[in-house]
């Protein structure tokens, strides 16, 4: 069974950082790319960033410069570093699991974020 599991979110103020952490379980996370996304309240969900093997990054325009994507595919887990946080970056962050062959997707739960200004 596939599990994807986010942590880490909090409430901030405005400048701060946070570190969310997504693990995967019951998938080899090397075969899959990974993403956050996030959705604030009233908006459609977004794409933060996102990674793929050998390690490519893409970022959103908005987050550009101030947020970090990784994976560590030993421990099935992909971090986003999120730095000189906004209240702008206010919403629930979800990670996303894709697998590079095939069509399976799946999403984790989510996690919130609140930053105050």
């Known amino acids: 069974q596939v599990q994807v599991l986010e942590s880490g979110g909090g409430s901030v103020q405005a400048g701060g950082s946070l570190r969310l952490s997504c693990t995967a379980s019951g998938i080899r996370m090397s075969m899959y790319e990974m993403a956050w996304y996030r959705q604030a309240p009233g908006k459609e969900r977004e794409l933060v960033a996102r990674?793929?093997?050998?390690?490519?990054?893409t970022y959103a325009d908005a987050v550009q410069g101030r947020f970090i994507i990784s994976k560590d595919n030993a421990k099935s887990t992909v971090y986003l570093q999120m730095n000189s946080l906004n209240p702008d970056d206010t919403a629930v962050y979800y990670c996303?699991?894709?697998?590079?062959?095939?069509?399976?997707?799946?999403w984790g739960q989510g996690t919130q974020v609140t930053v105050s200004s």
């Open positions: 990674i793929s093997n050998p390690g490519a990054t």
């Open positions: 996303k699991a894709t697998a590079r062959m095939g069509h399976k997707i799946y």
